[in-house]
């Protein structure tokens, strides 16, 4: 059965993120009903502290040298995590800015999963090489400013360049993003954000 991964990175029951993918998915679903969803709420799930046995299996490996047990126990919550990834043929990822960037949590998520050997290689001839396969991924963004005339305010969006690159890094290169914003201030402008993102939201959901 084909899969979609689906991150899910705000805590807000309301979030303005998770709204949006809902929109996407009850789309996605009547159109894909043979298709298993995988939910991972990262406010919920059980996510290693990247520090010990875990952050020593990355220097281990960067450093060309084998695994103690703690390490390789470590590095197996990784193996876990990376796996759930590179096991859907489809990823959405719905997020909120957080000072410019991404909540902690998904930061969390990328900092496990990136790991040599799992998600990237080095090769002195050609550099870092991309482990994964490539799929098309959706990031749906919330943000209380919006960005889609550039800067706002004194405020940058740094979460878009990062993700694109992080997710490019690992070899996820087929990714759209989708903003939702300003998702604060006057309620005209904020209900405007949401009906735009919404409308393409479900239309992109067709051709997925
Ligand atoms: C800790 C925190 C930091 C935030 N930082 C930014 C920011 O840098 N830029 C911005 O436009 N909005 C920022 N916001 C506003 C959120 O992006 C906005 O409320 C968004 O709708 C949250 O997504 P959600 O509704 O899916 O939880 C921040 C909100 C919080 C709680």
Redesign the pocket.
């Known amino acids: 059965m084909p899969k979609l991964l689906h991150l899910s990175?705000?805590?807000?029951p309301?979030?303005?993120?998770?709204?949006?993918a809902q929109v996407f998915l009850d789309r996605f679903r009547q159109l894909h009903p043979d298709w298993d969803i995988d939910v991972a709420d990262l406010w919920r799930e059980r996510m290693p502290d990247f520090a010990g046995p875990i952050l020593e299996a990355k220097y281990a490996r960067m450093n060309g040298q084998g695994f103690s047990d703690a390490q390789r126990a470590g590095f197996a919550e990784a193996e876990r995590m990376a796996l759930r990834l590179s096991l859907a043929d489809r990823v959405l990822i719905?997020?909120?800015?957080?000072?410019?960037?991404v909540?902690y949590k998904l930061k969390q998520f990328i900092d496990i999963i990136v790991q040599p050997g799992l998600t990237f290689r080095f090769d002195p001839s050609q550099g870092y090489v991309p482990l994964l396969k490539d799929r098309p991924t959706l990031v749906?963004?919330?943000?209380?400013?919006?960005?889609s005339t550039g800067m706002?305010r004194g405020?940058?969006?740094m979460?878009t360049p990062y993700l694109r690159e992080v997710l490019r890094f690992i070899g996820i290169s087929d990714v759209r993003f989708v903003a939702?914003?300003?998702?604060?201030g006057p309620r005209p402008s904020v209900e405007a954000a949401r009906e735009r993102a919404s409308k393409r939201l479900a239309a992109m959901a067709a051709n997925f």
């Open positions: 990175c705000s805590p807000r309301d979030s303005e993120s998770g709204a949006g719905s997020t909120p800015m957080w000072n410019f960037g909540p749906v963004l919330a943000s209380g400013s919006d960005f706002n405020r940058i969006d979460a939702i914003g300003p998702t604060t």
